[in-house]
């Protein structure tokens, strides 16, 4: 049971970090649900007790809105990313959501081929399972680093 | 089902990529088909339609090869690779093969102790089931970057 | 079977990776058995046969000892962990124990925000089961690049 919801998480997991690192920015808003949360913050922020987050979405219409915003300005430097993500863990679980963590480490990739360690940090869900599979209430991306500048890249 | 097949696939890559880190190199052959393909190419090649691989290999024959003119040659700076594999997504199953995707993040360690980000990208891969497990019949290689030089270095 | 094996090893190293990269130090002696080795050594050490570890722990006292003296010392720059751990492989299965092995790749975060790879390698681990679930009898953590200065940082 465990076993099989782990694996669940795991394939959403996996096929969210191919989502955004085959730039299929459009299919993104699918992995969430209508009334979600997605926040960006710092392990710093957490730690603090801050509730200021790098970017801050609570619906998936503003979900869908960022993607419009970050593909009409497209004035960001053309970049990709690799998404490695770890095995995850569940952390609480109720008949209305199960909640997870997972590590995660992002490779960014620049036009002229330099690579780089863009990211690390943790991914806290909460997932609610419909008949079409998992989809995500929320998501808390902490961030290990403080340095993170999120302002016009790509969703984590 | 599909979550035995996936396991099944994520304990062939994990074995593969333990294969090529502890310099097993005569020991990769074995996880190919006789007729299989092994290529190695970059996101924008795929992106722009080429066919052009930086290496391209077309039988377990050539494979072999590979490795004996990698050893033989001996010109490269010693080097060892550690390969992290993100977990697989079936993207395709019929009777005959199930083909998969995962990424990868690849570490090169130097002798001298130096440690950098080698190589990302993912896995295109199709697999025949036999009474002795997986086989590669394909391993399409993608790097993430253009920047790549494979021409005397280890397989990905 | 082996798949639930799996399965139950993964969930302790991914416990494991987030124990440390989360600074709970002090939780950390719990994924031992008593009567532990811990060990961390280069794959330059093992390929010339070397007994000499960086870091020598062989009960879980020391274990103890060692998170103790990190805490007391406190001279070390703050820093964090961030660990991505492969799928692990079964090596052998007795009535005993189990032995396993798994790749890793832990970034390191300074205080400043800065992020490098910090070290890649593989652990080779002897796992017990008990009712609890798995414990630790060996975990010998075996870095790729012989550069690994472990004096006064955390664990791996």
């Given at each position: 049971m465990s076993q099989e919801l782990v694996f669940a998480i795991a394939q959403a997991q996996a096929a969210y970090g191919r989502c955004l690192d085959e730039d299929?920015?459009?299919?993104?808003p699918d992995f969430f649900a209508q009334d979600c949360l997605y926040r960006v913050t710092s392990a710093q922020n957490i730690r603090d007790g801050y509730e200021a987050s790098l970017i801050f979405l609570n619906s998936k219409g503003m979900v869908r809105d960022r993607i419009t915003a970050l593909r009409d300005a497209n004035i960001y430097e053309r970049q990709a990313y690799?998404?490695?993500i770890g095995q995850p863990l569940i952390t609480a679980q109720t008949k209305e959501r199960v909640t997870s963590e997972a590590s995660f480490i992002i490779a960014r990739i620049m036009r002229d081929g330099t690579t780089d360690l863009f990211a690390t940090g943790r991914y806290l869900d909460s997932w609610r399972q419909t008949s079409a599979g998992l989809e995500l209430i929320e998501r808390v991306v902490v961030c290990d680093s403080s340095r993170i500048d999120t302002l016009l890249a790509l969703p984590l």
């Open positions: 299929r920015l459009e299919d993104w690799r998404h490695v």
